[in-house]
């Protein structure tokens, strides 16, 4: 957090020094050259003008109208900062990826620019004011940014939401195979002693055969020994087949929990996530109230 802040601090150091290079010029409006005031901000000339336009909305003025020469224009509007009269203000911003131009020009209608050696006064309120708005555009960034991990909190929200619910989806299916599990035990308990009984039961009949002389009871006898060899069979299959399915099950338990340990993992590293982004988004609150 203390780097964070740090970093802001020495973000908002190098804006004021470049807010500094303030000065007269003359730019093309209306087709003559015009006595115009210049700042050059280390901000991208988006935040600028929305910082700008953002001011002036703001101060409930209307909305600005194209002049010429790439300048805008907000007509018959009181700037207190600057001056009590009503005046045109033009205004450009020039995007210089690194930093960014604001140009304004003040008249008092048509094309009847302030002038320095008449208007001197508003001149130098004007060069005040362009470099009180760096608190505005600084504001302005610093509030697109915790708009922005706003944004990110409520997606990681949303992410962890429908990873609680995989995760549950996981956890009753965990129970769902635990359930199986020890139905399947009581099964193979079962089935193994009705294996048993059937093989116990072929091997008496078995016994049986040397006991017996006629041919008829020899017949009668093989045809019960050879029901009982299938009843056996089928009793020995059962227990086999429970055998594998108890195998299955261990492994459909070992992957539900490692899905299951998967999602909190990825709970917790979403967590962590939105810790950041709440984080960020209390040092930009604090920056902005220092701003202030």
């Known amino acids: 957090m203390k780097k964070y802040i740090f970093i802001l601090s020495i973000l908002i150091s190098a804006l004021n020094s470049f807010a500094q290079d303030i000065k007269e010029s003359t730019f093309l409006i209306n087709n003559a050259n015009q006595p115009c005031i210049t700042a ?31 300048f805008k224009v907000y007509k018959k509007v009181i700037i207190s900062e600057i001056t009590k009269e009503t005046i045109d203000l033009y205004y450009k911003v020039e995007d210089n990826k690194t930093s960014a131009i604001l140009t304004l020009a003040l008249s008092k209608g ?7 050696e008449i208007d001197s006064i508003s001149i130098e309120n004007t060069k005040t004011y362009l470099t009180k708005f760096l608190n505005d555009a600084t504001a302005f960034l610093f509030t697109q940014q915790m708009n922005e991990q706003v944004v990110v909190v409520k997606k990681l929200e949303k992410k962890l939401k429908s990873q609680s619910k995989i995760e549950e989806a996981h956890t009753k299916d965990k129970s769902k195979i635990e359930s199986k599990i020890n139905s399947n035990k009581l099964d193979i308990v079962a089935l193994k ?17 040397a006991t017996f002389e006629s041919i008829e009871e020899v017949n009668a006898l093989k045809k019960e020994l050879s029901k009982q060899q299938v009843t056996a069979e089928k009793a020995t299959k059962k227990y086999n087949n429970a055998l594998e399915e108890a195998g ?20 917790t590293a979403t967590k962590s996530e939105i810790a950041e982004a709440n984080k ?3 040092e930009i609150t604090t920056q902005l109230a220092n701003l202030k």
């Open 40 to 70: 050059n901000y280390a901000l991208s000339g988006d935040i600028i003008e929305g910082a700008f336009i953002k001011k002036m909305t703001d101060a409930k003025l209307n909305k600005s109208s194209k002049a010429s020469n790439g």
């Open 110 to 116: 048509y094309d009847n620019f302030f002038k320095k």
């Open 280 to 282: 960020k988004i209390n």
């Open 248 to 267: 299955t099950l261990k492994e459909n338990l070992k992957k539900a929990e490692d899905k299951i340990a998967d999602v909190a993992l990825a709970q």
């Open 193 to 209: 002693i009705e294996m048993e009984a059937q093989q116990k039961a072929l091997e008496i009949i078995k016994t049986k055969t």
